[in-house]
């Protein structure tokens, strides 16, 4: 890669990526991503060899189609095997969630909606990122009363929540795989301007081969399992190398 890693300070770390600054370049930074894999707000953890390299892959691979579309994004380039430069970004403590199709935790919140349900357009929902309290879910008033962001930032991130989702799902179709649902995060960078920021990667959305949801590729096979084996740990790992790897297929 063209630019030269100098890690600075630490400036944040989460439960499977560290967060740096750039010396060079206040406005950039670096983040580094672990081998963690987690569910249930944490509660469940383990070590994925590899899936530090598989996640910055795939952010890396996916932020690219998304700079090619036009979108607003903190990505700038890949810088190794684990790490990215980014433009440094203030995170919203919210995730943004869209969905095409009904099932998981939409179902528990809306017991009278049938699985596999089809969503036109993407309906897109927003959680609070406080595992203490399970990520509830929040609405526009929430975010105003936090302070986090106007009326009209809103309304331009839910339209740029449909606009990713829709590029994604476009590109996974061209490998005949099916987006289900999304989850990204924004972010401000240092001039306070809102972009899609923090990784897409394999535990951030729901890929079903042909529609397929018992072939799912995604972090939900690492949820569903009852006893964590070295054995069922390596199908977790052997789903999110290829999912890297069909990352670096896709196209719109």
């Given at each position: 890669m063209s630019e030269n890693k100098a890690l600075g300070a630490l400036l944040a770390e989460g439960k499977t990526k560290q967060?740096?600054?750039?010396?060079?370049?206040?406005?950039?930074?670096?983040?580094?991503?672990?081998?963690?894999?987690?569910?249930?707000?944490?509660?469940?953890?383990?070590?994925?060899?590899?899936?530090?390299?598989?996640?910055?892959?795939?952010?890396?691979?996916?932020?690219?189609?998304?700079?090619?579309?036009?979108?607003?994004?903190?990505?700038?380039?890949?810088?190794?095997?684990?790490?990215?430069?980014?433009?440094?970004?203030?995170?919203?403590?919210?995730?943004?969630v869209q969905r095409r199709i009904a099932t998981g935790s939409y179902l528990k919140r809306n017991p009278g909606i049938n699985e596999g349900t089809r969503f036109e357009p993407v309906l897109v929902e927003t959680f609070l990122k406080d595992d203490a309290r399970h990520d509830?879910?929040?609405?526009?008033?929430?975010?105003?009363?936090?302070g986090q962001a106007t009326a009209e930032e809103i309304e331009w991130m839910a339209e740029q929540g449909r606009r990713v989702f829709e590029v994604l799902e476009r590109a996974w179709a061209s490998v005949d795989v099916t987006l289900?649902?999304?989850?990204?995060?924004?972010?401000?960078?240092?001039?306070?301007?809102?972009?899609?920021?923090?990784?897409?990667?394999?535990?951030?959305?729901?890929?079903?081969?042909?529609?397929?949801?018992?072939?799912?590729?995604?972090?939900?096979?690492?949820?569903?399992?009852?006893?964590?084996?070295?054995?069922?740990?390596?199908?977790?790992a052997d789903r999110y190398a290829l999912v890297a790897d069909l990352t670096g297929k896709l196209h719109v």
């Open positions: 967060i740096y600054a750039n010396p060079g370049d206040e406005t950039l930074a670096y983040m580094v991503n672990k081998d963690a894999i987690t569910a249930g707000d944490g509660e469940r953890r383990n070590e994925l060899v590899g899936k530090s390299r598989w996640s910055t892959v795939t952010t890396a691979n996916v932020f690219r189609l998304l700079n090619e579309a036009g979108l607003a994004t903190h990505f700038v380039q890949q810088i190794d095997d684990t790490t990215l430069l980014v433009r440094r970004c203030t995170m919203l403590p919210v995730e943004q509830p879910q929040i609405w526009e008033q929430d975010i105003i009363n936090m289900v649902d999304l989850k990204i995060e924004f972010g401000r960078d240092q001039a306070g301007k809102l972009m899609v920021a923090d990784v897409i990667d394999n535990d951030s959305w729901r890929l079903w081969p042909g529609g397929d949801k018992t072939r799912m590729l995604d972090k939900q096979v690492y949820r569903n399992l009852k006893n964590v084996t070295a054995e069922e740990l390596q199908g977790v």
